[in-house]
């Protein structure tokens, strides 16, 4: 169904489920996918149940996850700039289909660790939130990490070069390129549907990070789990700019301010999730925050690693740039100019 009829009948569904505003006291939020887990449930969605409170402005939300109002989170970009919510969080991977750019600070071997995703998102924001407010009519808020993507499999691995005939399922283009260059076969899956793929044999392997593949009940029916990072699941907040425009200079900082320091915390919070995480799905202590498996841990070799390492200039850049050129001339030329020198690539 093309989104010319799609969006009209999600505002009617919505007309129904949100309540209408007179004013400008409330704001309409589309939050992550309550599927994904610890994040959205007790960082994002009290941030914005308490929106007025952390933020010091007399404007509360309405706040409602993807999942629940049956948005598809790669429909982001589409739903933000038509103005049916006010905050959209923006999945990165899953939105670059609609704006190949945004994929730009997470292709595979980029940001494979916190320390430098850090770098490269904060030397990415500026350029992000130029084509964020000239294309899709947002003004971007904040980005954050879900963490390191992992792999999970039912079948035995030793290593990377075992994925090589395997179904493994992925979430974007670049990630999708690496698996073929490994000799494995792509599958992609939406996130919500992954465990029960995995369950049915539809794929043999998964790729996302420790903690949402454990609430959502992953290692349930998988037995082998690697943690080497590929990508590092960049999630972004963007306000609709004509709201943002319609507000003062001293909201839209107190506003600014607000969403950094949440920001900041969810940083912390991601990489405190992500090392419980890995030791929850191997039965390892302290596992304080998901809950307890016994997976089998496959050892992270040099080879391994050095593989994602040249994936970056090998497959992923090239990949990546190629399409994004098309859609945006000044695409790769950015990227070499603010990422390039953080990670060493000409």
């Known amino acids: 169904m093309k989104l010319k009829f799609v969006l009209p009948l999600l505002a009617a569904t919505l007309a129904l489920v949100l309540p209408a505003h007179a004013d400008n006291a409330k704001?309409?939020?589309?939050?992550?996918?309550v599927a994904t887990?610890?994040?959205?449930?007790?960082?994002?969605q009290p941030f914005f149940e308490n929106f007025a409170k952390n933020t010091g402005l007399p404007i509360d939300a309405d706040y409602k996850p993807m999942d629940v109002l049956g948005v598809k989170d790669a429909d982001g970009l589409r739903v933000l700039k038509s103005g049916l919510f006010d905050v959209v969080t923006l999945r990165l991977a899953q939105v670059s289909r609609d704006e190949p750019f945004f994929l730009g600070p997470d292709i595979v071997g980029l940001?494979?660790?916190?320390?430098?995703?850090?770098?490269?998102?904060d030397a990415y924001r500026d350029a992000f939130d130029k084509r964020l407010q000239e294309r899709h009519g947002g003004k971007l808020l904040?980005?954050?990490?879900?963490?390191?993507?992992?792999?999970?499999?039912?079948?035995?691995?030793?290593?990377l070069a075992d994925l090589k005939g395997r179904k493994v399922r992925v979430?974007?283009?670049s990630l999708a390129k690496f698996i073929?260059?490994?000799g494995g076969i792509p599958v992609t899956i939406p996130f919500g549907e992954t465990q029960q793929a995995l369950e049915r044999g539809v794929t043999d392997c998964a790729i996302t990070g420790p903690s949402s593949a454990n609430s959502a009940g992953w290692p349930e029916v998988t037995t082998h789990f690697m943690?080497?990072?590929?990508?590092?699941?960049l999630n972004a907040y963007a306000i609709n700019l004509s709201k943002w425009n319609a507000m003062t200079p001293d909201q839209q900082a107190k506003l600014t301010a607000a969403f950094r320091k949440f920001e900041t915390e969810v940083w912390a919070y991601s990489k405190e999730l992500f090392d419980d995480a890995s030791r929850c799905n191997v039965g390892k202590e302290p596992c304080k925050t998901v809950k307890k498996f016994a997976m089998k841990d496959v050892p992270v070799k040099a080879a391994d690693e050095q593989m994602v390492r040249e994936a970056l200039a090998t497959v992923s850049f090239p990949t990546?740039?190629?399409?994004?050129?098309?859609?945006?001339?000044k695409c790769s030329a950015t990227w070499k100019q603010v990422v390039g020198p953080v990670v060493g690539l000409k």
């Not at 704001?27 to 996918?33: P, S, T």
């Not at 940001?111 to 998102?121: F, H, L, M, N, Q």
């Not at 080497?228 to 699941?233: E, K, M, N, T, V």
């Open 180 to 182: 073929e260059k490994l």
């Open 142 to 159: 904040g980005i954050y990490p879900f963490g390191p993507q992992v792999v999970f499999c039912k079948v035995q691995i030793n290593g």
């Open 171 to 173: 979430y974007d283009q």
């Open 111 to 121: 940001s494979t660790d916190y320390e430098v995703a850090r770098k490269v998102v």
């Open 227 to 233: 943690p080497i990072g590929f990508q590092i699941a």
């Open 27 to 33: 704001l309409r939020v589309a939050g992550n996918l």
């Open 320 to 329: 990546w740039s190629e399409l994004c050129d098309k859609s945006y001339e």
């Open 37 to 44: 887990g610890l994040i959205q449930q007790t960082k994002e």
